[in-house]
């Protein structure tokens, strides 16, 4: 098993570590603490990293068996991860399928519009400047990504989308937005970072009740049971 060595980054929910002997993987553990607003409001709850490790690990894999190529390896503890290393590419991408947070706020939408088509966004991932909506172009000028691999993200993002969407519908739940990041390994892009509550919107179909991260932004309360009843449904068997 990959034996966990120096801490070398620390963010706002996981902390990264390199791996002894290995140059290629690094990694990953999953904190209880979580942020919202640019790190403008902080918390922490039990059990969040073994919920944001777990559900990960599975749609991970999942994706995997779908031909998405991801830097997970495998899961090593309740809150550690093995992943391949990567150059991130700082660009969040968010794909959206029904109006919520900052597209609401934004265009004046209402919440729970259900779009006819998948929406497709970059934000710079940059904490200092608050994470700026940008352009293809001026990514492009930014250098953050070539013109090829901005192409990739976008086409991989909404094959995800696609995947995702029909995952979670078995399970009753609306995927109503979410972030991902990619990253360049040995010369290939890779789905990173996590799939989580903590990243996507998920919604009961039924009752339309909030099982993510709003529920602490938001201040809804019942947060880290929403967190497990969404793991729960992450590991039914449909
Ligand atoms: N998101 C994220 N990290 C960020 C910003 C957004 O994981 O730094 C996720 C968020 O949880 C949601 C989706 O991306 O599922 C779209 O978020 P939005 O742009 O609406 O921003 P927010 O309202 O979260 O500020």
């Avoid at 993002?157 to 979410?178: C, E, P, S």
């Avoid at 972030?179 to 989580?196: C, M, N, V, Y």
Wanted: hydrophobic share 40%; aromatic share 10%; charged share 35%.
């Amino acid at each position: 098993m990959a034996e966990k060595g120096k801490q070398f980054y620390e963010g706002k929910a996981k902390k990264l570590f390199t791996v002894v002997g290995s140059d290629d993987l690094v990694i990953q553990e999953f904190k209880d603490d979580a942020t919202a607003f640019n790190a403008l409001k902080k918390g922490s709850w039990a059990h969040k990293g073994e919920v944001n490790c777990a559900m990960s690990s599975a749609l991970f894999k999942m994706l995997e068996a779908s031909g998405i190529h991801t830097h997970f390896v495998e899961q090593l503890s309740p809150t550690d991860m093995l992943v391949k290393k990567l150059e991130i590419v700082p660009l969040e991408v968010i794909v959206r399928n029904i109006a919520a947070g900052s597209f609401c706020k934004r265009y004046g939408a209402e919440e729970g519009k259900e779009f006819k088509q998948p929406t497709f966004e970059f934000s710079y991932k940059d904490d200092a400047l608050g994470d700026p909506l940008i352009n293809d172009s001026h990514a492009l000028a930014l250098e953050l990504a070539t013109e090829d691999e901005i192409d990739h993200i976008r086409h991989t993002a909404l094959k995800i989308n696609d995947i995702l969407r029909a995952f979670f519908r078995k399970r009753g739940i609306l995927l109503v937005d979410f972030k991902l990041e990619f990253g360049r390994h040995k010369g290939e892009i890779l789905l990173g970072d996590e799939i989580s509550p903590d990243t996507c919107r998920f919604w009961d179909a039924e009752t339309r009740k909030k099982l993510d991260k709003d529920r602490f932004r938001q201040d809804l309360g019942g947060v880290e049971e929403a967190y497990a009843e969404m793991l729960r449904r992450v590991n039914e068997t449909v």
